[in-house]
Every structure is written in C-alpha cells, then in structure tokens.
C-alpha cells in the first residue's frame, strides 16, 4: 500500500527557512517521481518541486527555483523540499505525491496518483 507522510511545516519569519519531509510506504523512492506542490488559500493546486531518484531529474517552478531544493535519501526512503528565502507568498498547504518514475516528472497534480495529506507552511512576520 503506497503511503505518504508529509511533515516539517511551520510558521516562518519572511527570509527564513524550513526543510520539508515526505516520508514514503509501500514503495520504493527509486521506482517512482516525488512531487511537491502547494495550494493556498482560494488558489488551485500548483506544482512546485520534482525529483526523480531513478535518472536524477529534477523540476522548479519558476517562482521558486534558486530558492528551494529537492533531495532524497533512499535510506531512509524519504524526499525532501529545503525551502530558503522564504516570501509570504509561499505560505500554503505543501503537499508530496507520487507517480511511476518510468513517466518522469511533471508539474501537474493530475498526473500523480498517489498523495500526502499535507502540511501547512506559513510565512509571515
């Protein structure tokens, strides 16, 4: 059973960071693309971050490349989002989600099958 656990969300000062973790069951990292995206408020869900283990790819939105970086550790079968300078703007809902590594990564939500439930990242002063 394919499971996934998000955690590490937190209130944040603006220009602060925060290392968001997505823990996986049920599979193993190097079979499958991670994705991170976020919803805030009244917004649809977008993408933000991809890694696939298997090939080394990775995906940024624009808005946050430079600024976030992803990462596995096939050890500990677990993805992470590293999350600096942060802005108000970044303050949503951080969510992970899976999809066959074969397909490769993509910035849409409809094109993984498997999720998290979420942890809330807010970045205010």
């Known amino acids: 059973q394919v499971q996934l656990v998000e955690s590490g969300g937190d209130l944040v000062q603006p220009g602060g960071s925060l290392r968001l973790s997505c823990a996986a069951s049920g599979f193993t990292l190097e079979d499958y693309a991670i994705g991170w995206f976020r919803q805030a408020p009244g917004k649809e869900r977008e993408g933000v971050s991809c890694?696939?283990?298997?090939?080394?790819?990775?995906y940024y939105a624009a808005s946050v490349k430079g600024r976030f970086t992803i990462s596995g550790d096939n050890a500990k079968n677990t993805v992470y989002l590293q999350m600096n300078s942060l802005k108000p703007e970044d303050t949503a809902v951080y969510y992970c989600a899976s999809r066959e590594a074969i397909l490769g990564c993509s910035s849409f939500p409809s094109a993984f099958s498997s999720w998290g439930q979420g942890t809330q990242v807010t970045v205010s002063s």
């Open positions: 890694v696939s283990i298997s090939d080394g790819s990775t």
